[in-house]
């Protein structure tokens, strides 16, 4: 119902930079919340970043000052812009939309989740 795609993933050395985006489509009514997750190899997924509907924002403390998340509510899309990249930043980064969806006249909430874009730091 909902199909969330990410992109913009790639190699970079440390101090470079990358945008990711997410893509949202389907049949959407509005979306909560665009949250941007990472998975490196043997580690658990954690969270990044998330924005709100209302554009509130929050990151994990290893990114602070260097990501920065935003969203297009008209093209239901979010992004991450990646500065000063690290090694430790290496992982496969995952995009979750927290929707509400229109369903048989009705709206109800769902969560989709993208494949991953991976994203590789290293000299």
């Known amino acids: 119902q909902v199909q969330v795609v990410e992109s913009g993933g790639g190699s970079e050395q440390p101090g470079g930079s990358l945008r990711l985006s997410c893509a949202a489509s389907?049949?959407?009514?509005?979306?909560?919340?665009f949250g941007w997750y990472r998975q490196a190899p043997r580690k658990e997924r954690e969270l990044v970043a998330t924005m709100t509907r209302s554009l509130r924002t929050t990151y994990t403390d290893s990114v602070k000052g260097r990501f920065t998340i935003s969203r297009d509510i008209d093209k239901n899309t979010a992004y991450l812009q990646m500065n000063n990249l690290k090694p430790e930043d290496t992982a496969v980064y995952y995009c979750?939309?927290?929707?509400?969806?229109?369903?048989?006249?009705?709206?109800?909430?769902?969560?989709?989740w993208g494949h991953g874009t991976q994203v590789t730091v290293s000299s």
């Open positions: 389907g049949n959407i009514y509005t979306i909560e919340t």
């Open positions: 979750n939309a927290d929707v509400w969806i229109i369903e048989n006249r009705d709206v109800r909430r769902i969560e989709s």
